[in-house]
Each structure stands twice: as C-alpha cells, then as structure tokens.
C-alpha cells in the first residue's frame, strides 16, 4: 500500500522537495507558490525572494511533535532527561531556572543535604591536592557573581541535513542565568599549579545509564586559559538561591561562552592535567567537529576532528511568539537576545523579506563579559499576509550568521543559522 507522505515530511530533503513537489521555475511562476499559500492559509510576501529548498517557519512548526504543554519545556528525551525552551519563553534578560534547558548524560545523583559533599582538586599538573567542602570553598575564597551564557553544543541539530543522531534540539538548548560562587584560578592557585599544565578536566557524581560504577558519564574539560579566566566559576548559587538539583546542585562548573558540556554538573573533582584531557566524551567525534568543511553525510576520522571551544556568533528571537498576528495599522516591537561565544556581539539585523534587505535592531551591552545581550527594534508590515522575521547577529571580529544553515558535520553541532518566526499581518 502506498503511503501520502505530507510536506513536513518531504521537507527533511529540502532540495529533494523542490525537486518532486515543483521546480524553482514552476515555483517563481505561481504553481508551487499557490501550493505553499493554501497551506499557509495567506498570502506570502516577498515570496521571490524565498530561498530554494526553503521550508516556511509555519509549516516547519506545525510538522514538528510538541510534547509539552504551552509554557513548559519541551522534553526530548527522559532517559536521560533533556528538554529545551520554545524561544518565546526566553524573553527574561536572566533565565529563570524553570525556563533553563536541561541537558544530562546520565542518571543524577540523589544527596540529602551539600554540607557533606566535597570537590577534590588532583591530578598530574597539580603541586598540592586538595579537597574542599563547600563551606570551606564558601569561607577560603571570595565570591563572585555573573551572567554567563550556555548552549549545548547541538543546539539547532534538528535543522541538519542528512539528519544526524542525538537529541533533537532546535533552538532552546541556551540560557542566561546569573551564577554565584567561587573563581576556578582562585582554587587552582591554592592547590598549586604546576609549569606543564595545559588542560582542566572534570569528574562528576552522575551515575551511568548502564548503572555500572566504573564507568563516567561524561568527563570533559577546557585549555587552562579558559579555566583561569575570571568569569569561570565553581558555582554553588543560581540567580540568587542554591542551584536546583537538576542543573547540577549542589556544586558545577560554569564556563561561559562554550559548549555547555564543559560546565559539568554535580561537580566532585577538579584535574589538573599536563596532556588534553581524555575524559568521557572528549575523545572520538564527541564535542567535536571536522577541522576542514566536508561534504554532507561524509564520513570523517577521528584525527580530522577538532575540539569545539568558544560558541559561534547566535541570536534568537524571542517576542513576539512566532505564529502571531499583528496588524498593519502600526509597528510593533521585536525583540530578543544575541551572544558570541568569547566574543561579544557588535550588531543585531533583522528582515521581513527572507534576506534581501535587513534593518539594525538596538543592542544593549552584556552586563558582564559572556553574558548574552538584548536587542529590540520596531517593525512594520505593509500589506496583509504571511511575513517572517529573521534575526542575524554579527560579532567584534565581523563574523554575522548564516541565513541558513552552516557547514554540515557528523554530530550536528555549531548550527547558527538566523533565527526565523512567523507572523501573519491582519488589517
């Protein structure tokens, strides 16, 4: 028996699409436009400007399984937990930590109460190990407190093509909170640091999805002028309260600007170590991504990849909802928030047109340095009709999204595309 397959579902080979459902020519001369308008409900404007193998927001919206209720996350998976945040629920300057994605590796630790949980600093770079407890950390050194940014590394994966393994994630693996605790180079410093360290790695009290006790969940780590910056923290408060067990209480690591993985939860060991750290899920094609473009669905070595450090240039959308209507009589405010990884951001475009013509939006300075920026602008519709409004972001070394997405590569990490949503204009 043969099965209809629906647009949403076609689309996972955008190109392949154009291809079946109409060609470029029959698209720009009304066929495949009349096609994608009856779907859409209205009319689309600016629709010659529509890129090839492009899938309208709404239609890509509608095809996507929801699993959560309406100001709720959106869980990808339970085993082990991971949920993202729809965007428009990520319109807080400070992420609150019911609206932080959440991303485990594993099963988390049960504790009844931090006064006996301890962090050990060791490992071969390290003069004098040591272990603190929490009160020990929270009375030997000074407290800092900071916006810091994290995004898991497959934020947007779900956009890839071929489609490659791993969760899902479209754009809500990112979040802003504010992080109290202690600076990483201040307790490096007080267990010694010897001349060959080059790398920090961490340990953590998840438990394996295989419940075997030998074996890590994830172990990773950064270059130690990464871990000696002033922003990087061992955190034991989040926006103000103790850190909720599901984002790590009641101790983690928070490096801000790169992959999230490097800021492991439940923290229990510090390594000091005098190679790259070779943790779980450092080595092979974990965190990782070709060091040259390749081409997609290629396959790569494992000593072709390399080590993904600071996050690439990313905005997002976050007011209005996309699916909206809005009218044309007046502008009305968008809005939403933009980051660079150790960068910061220098601009933020927007545009009504898929991408011909963009207007500057208004950016506000981070508060601290790898903490995300806001950014608003007005906008208005002129006719009646489908509309999209793309954000793209451009970094200090002027370095702007993509329009769509970025170079492929076998895990689907790094995608920056311009974010998009949909608006209809009514009169």
Same mark, same amino acid.
């Given at each position: 028996?043969?099965?209809?397959?629906?647009?949403?579902?076609?689309?996972?080979?955008?190109? !392949?699409?154009?291809?079946?459902?109409?060609?470029?020519?029959?698209?720009?001369?009304?066929?495949?436009?009349?096609?994608?308008?009856? !779907?859409?409900?209205?009319?689309?404007?600016?629709?010659?400007?529509?890129?090839?193998?492009?899938?309208?927001?709404?239609?890509?919206?509608?095809?996507?399984?929801?699993?959560?209720?309406?100001?709720?996350?959106?869980?990808?998976?339970?085993?082990?937990?991971?949920?993202?945040?729809?965007?428009?629920?990520?319109?807080?300057?400070?992420?609150?930590?019911?609206?932080?994605?959440?991303?485990?590796?594993?099963?988390?630790?049960?504790?009844?109460?931090?006064? $006996?949980?301890?962090?050990?600093?060791?490992?071969?770079?390290?003069?004098?190990?040591?272990?603190?407890?929490?009160?020990?950390?929270?009375?030997?050194?000074?407290?800092?407190?900071?916006?810091?940014?994290?995004?898991?590394? $497959?934020? $947007?994966?779900?956009?890839?093509?071929?489609?490659?393994?791993?969760?899902?994630?479209?754009?809500?693996?990112?979040?802003?909170?504010?992080?109290?605790?202690?600076?990483?180079?201040?307790?490096?410093?007080?267990?010694?640091?010897?001349?060959?360290?080059?790398?920090?790695?961490?340990?953590?009290?998840?438990?394996?999805?295989?419940?075997?006790?030998?074996?890590?969940?994830?172990?990773?780590?950064?270059?130690?002028?990464?871990?000696?910056?002033?922003?990087?923290?061992?955190?034991?408060?989040?926006?103000?309260?103790?850190?909720?067990?599901?984002? $790590?209480?009641?101790?983690?690591?928070?490096?801000?600007?790169?992959?999230?993985?490097?800021?492991?939860?439940?923290?229990?060991?510090?390594?000091?170590?005098?190679?790259?750290?070779?943790?779980?899920?450092?080595?092979?094609?974990?965190?990782?991504?070709?060091?040259?473009?390749?081409?997609?669905?290629?396959?790569?070595?494992?000593?072709?990849?390399?080590?993904?450090?600071?996050?690439?240039?990313?905005?997002?959308?976050?007011?209005?909802?996309?699916?909206?209507?809005?009218?044309?009589?007046?502008?009305?405010?968008?809005?939403?928030?933009?980051?660079?990884?150790?960068?910061?951001?220098?601009?933020?475009?927007?545009?009504?047109?898929?991408?011909?013509?963009?207007?500057?939006?208004?950016?506000?300075?981070?508060?601290? !340095?790898?903490?995300?920026?806001?950014?608003?602008?007005?906008?208005?519709?002129?006719?009646?009709?489908?509309?999209?409004?793309?954000?793209?972001?451009?970094?200090?070394?002027?370095?702007?999204?993509?329009?769509?997405?970025?170079?492929?590569?076998?895990?689907?990490?790094?995608?920056?595309?311009?974010?998009?949503?949909?608006?209809?204009?009514?009169?």
């Amino acid at each position: 028996m043969r099965r209809e397959r629906g647009l949403g579902e076609l689309y996972q080979d955008p190109e !392949r699409a154009d291809a079946l459902i109409w060609s470029r020519r029959q698209f720009l001369l009304g066929s495949g436009l009349a096609a994608l308008q009856s !779907r859409l409900g209205a009319v689309i404007r600016f629709a010659r400007y529509l890129p090839a193998g492009y899938l309208p927001v709404a239609i890509a919206e509608q095809s996507e399984p929801l699993n959560a209720q309406d100001g709720e996350l959106r869980v990808l998976n339970d085993r082990p937990l991971n949920a993202e945040t729809p965007a428009h629920l990520l319109d807080d300057p400070v992420t609150p930590a019911s609206r932080l994605f959440v991303r485990n590796n594993g099963t988390a630790p049960v504790f009844e109460e931090p006064a $006996g949980w301890q962090l050990r600093i060791s490992g071969e770079a390290c003069l004098n190990p040591r272990t603190f407890s929490i009160a020990e950390l929270k009375r030997s050194f000074e407290q800092h407190t900071y916006q810091l940014q994290l995004e898991c590394g $497959g934020n $947007g994966r779900a956009e890839f093509r071929p489609r490659v393994p791993g969760n899902q994630w479209t754009t809500g693996a990112v979040g802003n909170p504010s992080w109290t605790g202690v600076r990483v180079k201040d307790v490096l410093e007080a267990a010694g640091i010897a001349g060959n360290a080059i790398y920090l790695g961490y340990r953590s009290a998840d438990k394996h999805l295989s419940g075997d006790p030998n074996k890590d969940v994830i172990s990773r780590g950064v270059p130690m002028r990464k871990a000696l910056e002033p922003e990087s923290l061992i955190a034991f408060a989040m926006n103000g309260e103790d850190i909720p067990p599901v984002h $790590g209480a009641p101790l983690r690591l928070v490096c801000g600007g790169w992959p999230g993985s490097v800021s492991g939860k439940w923290l229990t060991e510090l390594l000091i170590r005098d190679r790259v750290h070779d943790g779980a899920k450092m080595t092979g094609d974990s965190y990782r991504v070709p060091c040259r473009p390749i081409a997609p669905g290629a396959t790569v070595a494992d000593a072709d990849m390399c080590i993904i450090e600071s996050m690439p240039v990313k905005s997002l959308v976050t007011f209005p909802r996309s699916g909206v209507q809005v009218g044309t009589a007046s502008p009305f405010v968008v809005r939403g928030k933009a980051w660079a990884g150790d960068r910061s951001v220098q601009a933020v475009h927007t545009s009504i047109d898929f991408g011909e013509t963009w207007q500057p939006a208004r950016l506000a300075p981070p508060p601290n !340095r790898l903490a995300w920026q806001q950014w608003e602008t007005s906008i208005s519709l002129p006719l009646d009709g489908y509309y999209e409004i793309w954000a793209r972001a451009t970094d200090d070394a002027g370095i702007s999204q993509p329009m769509l997405v970025p170079g492929w590569n076998p895990k689907g990490y790094l995608n920056n595309a311009a974010h998009r949503i949909a608006v209809q204009a009514v009169s």
